[in-house]
């Protein structure tokens, strides 16, 4: 008797099927996981922007509190550090400063950011607004060639000004933070192109100063027993790699070397640090300022101006007769009044927030400023001329 065994072929294709199955299950997932990877950092970076914006929203509602503030006290009433308006506005609850604002209500200690009377579809606010009026510092930033006006008005009185510029932000990522600074002994004026892109400018410093005693248009161009109205010094960086000593230039200096009385003198050298990967300012020196003449309490202003090269730069007040001041908090710190109030506005968006630390401007509308009379970079050219004919009129000025 014949038997036949029928064996069945089928374990190949079987064992295939499984690990194609496999493999395509795999390719879907991870493709969905990385689609939805995408789509939460797509979510993540819209609620991040949402929240930027209401953050900006405070600061925005911050500036209209300030300019409330400053008409009421333009307007004669009380805005000393006891009075209520002073109050309000340096209050450090959450949004006080803006609640003062008729169109602005808190909603569980938040304002809602609304598209139209009662739109709120993206769940937008602003969480918290605190505006510090008086600061320990003033902070800007100069293009090459550009010029800053700054009111020395303080809080507390001060004798010295300190002057910071160029900082790690000024300088290209490809040089590792390390300034290229003339070295010592010489103060040479370049052609612009020689002037090296990571070398600090040549800060042009200028104060100005009367008594509130009053004072005369000459005033400003005299200098009587160590008092003075007006003074300029160029500020030179030079020096090595590492840190740098702060330099302090003493009343007589400021005076003897004051640029318009001694017009052939070379600029003042100032001592910078040629390395900033540890952060702050390349260059720092403290001026010690005359008293203005004929006495009394000063009323002073600064303007600065770069030359070669842009700058961050930051100015600070001292009390030489007082202890050093250490942090924003020291009681020995001389804060300026309400000269570039800080605005720090925190928004939300769902459940992502913001925060946002902003300085603004604050113009005293009782004594107008101007930056400058003329203020330019290129070249000027003025034609006058008197005539009856009308084809005389037209652009014949060539610098």
Known sequence: MNSKNNKQKGAVSLFVVVFAALLITVVTVSFIRIMVQDQQQATTTDLSQSAYDSAQAGVEDAKRALIRYQNICDSGADCSSTSADYKTITSSNCNDAVKV?????????????????????????????KISLDTIDYLGTLTANESNFIPLKSVTPFDTV????????????????????????????????????????????????????????????????????????????????????????????????????????????????????????????????????GGGN??????????????????????????????????????????????????RANSLFRRVSTRVELTDTNFPYPQAAVDLTGNLCKDFRITDNVADYQNNCTP
């Open 101 to 129: 604002l008729k169109d602005v209500s808190a909603d569980s200690s938040e304002v809602k950011i609304k598209t139209g009377a009662t739109e709120n579809s993206l769940d937008q606010a602003y969480t918290c607004v």
């Open 162 to 293: 300190q002057v910071q510029w160029f900082s790690a932000d000024d300088i290209s990522s490809d040089k590792n933070y390390v300034v290229d600074l003339q070295p010592v002994g010489s103060t040479p004026l370049l052609a612009q192109t020689s002037w090296a892109s990571n070398r600090p400018p040549i800060l042009r410093t200028q104060f100005v100063q009367f008594s509130d005693a009053g004072f005369k248009l000459s005033d400003f161009d005299n200098t009587a027993a160590g008092q003075s109205n007006a003074n300029t010094l160029f500020l030179y960086p030079y020096g090595l790699t590492g840190n740098a000593a702060i330099p302090s230039i003493q009343t007589n200096i400021l005076i003897n070397r004051d640029i318009r009385k001694t017009p052939t003198g070379a600029p003042l050298p100032i001592e910078c640090a040629g390395n900033l990967t540890a952060g702050g300012y390349s260059c720092t020196t403290k001026i010690q300022l005359p008293s203005p003449i």
């Open 298 to 347: 000063r009323v002073s202003f600064l303007r600065l101006s770069t030359i070669y090269n842009k700058a961050n730069y930051r100015v600070t007040l001292i009390d030489s007769a007082a202890a050093p001041c250490t942090t924003s908090a020291d009681p020995s710190c001389v804060k300026f009044s309400a000269v570039q109030p800080e605005i720090d506005s925190t928004g």
